[in-house]
């Protein structure tokens, strides 16, 4: 099958070479008439094929599938749907060990950039980050369908805030089940259909809500930073800043927190948060949630906490917007330090893939040098590894964060 060419401008192939996965618009010297979507393949200036991935215009024009000439086709995604599927059965997930809250795909890390695939009981939620992935929805879902047979019921899919908008179609599968294609501004199920989610986590319950919440309806990439806050909870008081649906209150609580409070902005999130705790403590717990901003609480509070956990929204989603980044985080950081009691913890975090682990560990000396306390970091955090780094694509390892001691 031949795809549309691209072009690249000379010496633009030295990062294709070292097998990264991106290709920026300033990189291509000509192309043939491109549609956003389009397989394409790409070419040096000396005409030598060296890959080929989903076109799109932007700033990252083409995200690589393949590094040699292969069709994008039903077999393709076999392939790398499986080889996904081997990565989680080696983790333990698909047997269930650690729960059934787990990411099936992680973008670049499963050699899929641009898809999103998160799996919670016998739903998953499939979410496209580039025109190329949201066309391909159909056929994913219906392999994603067989590899996992009777474990998965529901397919969903979600992209209405990753993607702009676009015309759809329905389609049938092979085997006679209609998946609903969508347009981009749409969700929907593709297959089944589930509107009240109960999953788990490290024998937790936890309410989903993949409907209507933020990213897939869950922070799956915590579920390691949320176990290790058991170990520093014990009869300590914990303030939970930007706390979403309450994972880490709820593990808090089983560490042995004197007392929880929670705090959000957004009011469904504070609903939420009080629904998974009474799901998980239904005789009552020392918990109590606030709707109102972190900034203005920590301003605001009298008593000091013994632990507070940072997990804001990223700050930065363009480089562009990098400089005010650092800002935020280094004044949340600072109110928290100068807030937090003597010999307090301090889970600082930060999911802004342009705000580097060295930079991350720069702003968070700044705030503590600005408050004039002395942090010790007892340690460090990362993404889980179901959400792997492709070694070949550095800035897959987007969550950083930091366990601090301060006296």
Same mark, same amino acid.
């Given at each position: ?5 691209? /072009? $690249? ?44 991935? #989903? ?66 009981? &016998? ?5 496209? #980050?580039?025109?190329?992935? #949201?066309? *391909? ?27 702009? !908008? ?23 199920? $593709?297959? +089944? ?21 933020? &990213? ?26 930007? *706390? ?62 013994? $632990?507070?956990?940072? !997990? ?38 930060? *999911? ?6 060295? !930079? /991350? ?39 950083? +964060? ?6």
């Amino acid at each position: 099958m031949s795809y549309p060419k691209v /072009f $690249l401008k000379e010496g633009k192939e030295e990062s294709l070479k070292r097998f990264h996965p991106w290709i920026f618009s300033g990189a291509i010297e000509s192309a043939d008439a491109l549609n956003d979507g389009d397989v394409v393949e790409v070419y040096t200036s000396e005409k030598k094929f060296i890959a080929e991935g #989903h076109y799109q215009t932007g700033s990252i024009a083409i995200r690589v599938l393949s590094f040699k000439q292969e069709p994008i086709d039903r077999d393709f995604w076999e392939q790398r749907l499986n080889n996904a599927f081997d990565v989680r059965d080696t983790l333990g997930m698909i047997a269930g060990i650690k729960g059934d809250i787990y990411r099936f795909v992680h973008g670049e890390g499963d050699n899929l950039p641009g898809l999103i695939i998160d799996i919670y009981g &016998k739903t998953a939620v499939i979410q496209a #980050h580039s025109v190329g992935m #949201h066309l *391909c929805r159909m056929e994913i879902a219906e392999v994603l369908a067989e590899i996992m047979e009777e474990d998965i019921e529901n397919i969903y899919y979600k992209s209405v805030n990753t993607l702009a !908008d676009s015309e759809g179609t329905q389609v049938e599968s092979e085997d006679d089940v209609v998946l609903s294609s969508l347009p981009l501004s749409e969700s929907g199920f $593709l297959k +089944g259909k589930a509107t009240k989610l109960i999953a788990n986590e490290d024998n937790f319950k936890f309410h989903i809500d993949f409907l209507k919440g933020q &990213k897939t309806g869950f922070f799956i990439d915590q579920r390691e930073s949320r176990i290790l806050l058991e170990e520093y909870a014990f009869s300590r008081s914990v303030l939970n800043l930007f *706390c979403y649906s309450g994972g880490f209150s709820v593990h808090a609580l089983r560490g042995g927190a004197e007392l929880v409070h929670s705090v959000d902005s957004s009011a469904r999130a504070i609903e939420l948060t009080n629904s998974n705790v009474a799901l998980n403590y239904p005789r009552g717990a020392s918990h109590v949630a606030y709707v109102e901003d972190a900034f203005k609480y920590l301003d605001r509070m009298d008593e000091p906490y013994d $632990l507070i956990i940072l !997990d804001p929204p990223a700050f930065a989603k363009h480089r562009s917007a990098l400089e005010n980044a650092r800002k935020g985080y280094r004044r949340l950081n600072a109110k928290a330090i100068e807030k937090i009691t003597r010999g307090g913890i301090i889970f600082t975090f930060s *999911c802004s893939q342009v705000v580097s682990r060295d !930079d /991350f560990r720069t702003i968070v000396f700044s705030a503590a040098a600005s408050v004039g306390r002395k942090v010790r970091i007892l340690n460090q955090l990362t993404q889980p590894a179901d959400h792997p780094v492709n070694i070949f694509h550095p800035e897959g390892e987007y969550l950083k +964060g930091l366990v601090l001691y301060v006296e």
